[in-house]
């Protein structure tokens, strides 16, 4: 993998993108490049550029100046695509299984070029479809441990994870987490959108003074916690999968940030789909969550005992007490994460596509309930089986 620097920005079109790929000698010189932009994200472009000939194919991401979502009144750093090409990066370093390569990347142009992974499924499609992931789970408890434990100081050196902290500052991005997931959706925000109906509800939240002195803890853990190298992201929008494989993408809300974070945002994701679904047919998601919460403790309690650097790693109970912590600190921020995907900004299509109406705000109602059962029960929900039954017992209010 390259990095260049070239001298300007400019957006790509689908023929710029053929003319780079072909000024990288990306593909063989009598290849018959064609080249769709494919971005459904609500940042970026993505471009997928084929050859007709071998079916070979690569994807381009180029940041935009501004939010694709909202447009050029919403400026934002294009920083964020070299903070992506190095999250993928470092993360390869730990689980090259489950994240695409990069072949080339240009920080003045803002793109990254990589694996083209459409032989997968986005997980959060699939999911809504109803189809068996049934590894994402286990692969995604794997990602988790190994990223978060592997950038934090219980494995590496000090000055080294200083070093890290400094080449993953990324303000811009957070601020956007720190508004949209913790902040605005507790407010009367103009970014808010929730359907009429669902007026009284968020009015419950916005009065609840016990609630929003749980977000405002969570939001200060979001700010300071330098713990580990997480993805910032994590949602089931930023996971490939099929039966057999799976990939995680977009990173570009990586920094140094609290490990429940991403565990807290995979369990959310999980939920929100797990209440779109009728009841007889939530169960898999449950077990989902188990599942990554349970591979994610196996295997960053292995890595923490063989490759533990700070010397309290050896301290009886140490290991315990920061799991417990990853816990409580990833139910409350799945806490919010249901909320502000169910009356924030950026809304998810597991929710948004249930029929009929009056169904979807039912189960927007519901989310909004569990989301704030989470928020403010994190120190009584010890496992996944308290999760579960937490969440059954709301429902059943
Ligand atoms: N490596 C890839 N291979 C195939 N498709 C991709 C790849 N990366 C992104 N995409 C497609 O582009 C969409 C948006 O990508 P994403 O990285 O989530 O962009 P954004 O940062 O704008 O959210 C994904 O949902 C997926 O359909
Ligand atoms: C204006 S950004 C809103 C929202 O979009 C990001 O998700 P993605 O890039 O995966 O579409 C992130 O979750 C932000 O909170």
Same mark, same amino acid.
């Given at each position: ?12 079109? $689908?023929?710029?993108?053929?003319? =780079?790929?072909?000024? =990288?000698?990306?593909? $063989? ?13 609500n ?26 979502v909202? !447009?050029?009144? /919403?400026?934002?750093?294009?920083? %964020? @695509? ?58 995604? !408890? ?34 956007i987490?720190?508004?949209l997931v913790? #902040? ?7 970014t808010?959108d ?5 007026? &009284?509800?968020?009015? %419950?939240? /916005? ?14 853990? *979001?700010? #300071? ?8 992201d994590?949602h089931?929008g ?18 140094? !940030? ?8 995979? *369990?959310?994701?999980? =939920? ?29 309690? %292995?890595? /923490? ?7 309290? #790693? ?14 409580? $600190? ?10 502000r995907r169910?009356?924030g900004l950026a809304h998810v @299509? ?35 089986? &308290? ?6 017992? #709301?429902?059943?209010?």
């Amino acid at each position: 993998m390259s990095t260049k620097k070239s001298s300007v920005y400019e957006p790509l079109t $689908e023929s710029g993108a053929i003319a =780079l790929t072909k000024r =990288l000698q990306l593909f $063989e010189e009598n290849s018959n490049l064609l080249c769709n932009e494919i971005g459904d994200g609500n940042l970026n472009l993505v471009f997928k550029v084929k050859d007709s000939k071998t079916e070979e194919s690569i994807i381009i991401k180029q940041a935009l100046p501004y939010a694709k979502v909202v !447009g050029e009144s /919403w400026p934002l750093t294009l920083d %964020r @695509a070299r903070i992506e090409t190095h999250a993928l990066l470092k993360q390869a370093e730990f689980v090259p299984q489950y994240v695409p390569k990069v072949f080339y990347s240009d920080e003045k142009l803002a793109i990254t070029i990589m694996e083209d992974l459409s032989r997968l499924q986005i997980s959060r499609a699939a999911l809504i479809e109803g189809k068996d992931l049934p590894l994402i789970s286990k692969h995604i !408890g794997e990602f988790l441990a190994k990223t978060l434990f592997y950038t934090s100081d219980y494995s590496v050196n000090q000055h080294y994870k200083k070093a890290l902290v400094k080449q993953f500052i990324n303000p811009d991005l957070c601020k956007i987490t720190e508004d949209l997931v913790f #902040t605005d959706p507790f407010f009367d925000h103009d970014t808010n959108d929730y359907e009429p109906e669902l007026e &009284q509800d968020v009015e %419950r939240i /916005w009065q609840d003074q016990a609630l929003k002195l749980e977000v405002a803890k969570l939001k200060q853990k *979001f700010l #300071t916690k330098a713990e580990a190298l997480v993805h910032g992201d994590l949602h089931t929008g930023s996971i490939f999968a099929d039966g057999k494989e799976t990939k995680v993408i977009d990173p570009e809300f990586a920094y140094f !940030g609290p490990i429940g974070f991403d565990v807290g945002q995979v *369990f959310g994701n999980f =939920l929100l789909n797990a209440i779109s679904r009728d009841v007889e047919n939530q169960e898999v998601l449950f077990k989902h969550i188990e599942t990554t919460w349970n591979v994610f403790v196996e295997e960053f309690s %292995r890595a /923490w005992k063989n490759d533990g650097l700070e010397i309290f #790693t050896k301290v009886d109970g140490y290991l315990e007490h920061v799991l417990s912590e990853i816990f409580e $600190e990833a139910v409350g921020f799945a806490g919010c994460e249901i909320i502000r995907r169910t009356i924030g900004l950026a809304h998810v @299509a597991d929710l948004d596509l249930i029929q009929p109406y009056e169904k979807r705000i039912s189960t927007k109602q519901l989310a909004l309930t569990i989301g704030s059962e989470l928020i403010k029960n994190q120190k009584a929900i010890k496992d996944p089986t &308290q999760f579960k039954d937490y969440v059954k017992q #709301t429902v059943n209010l």
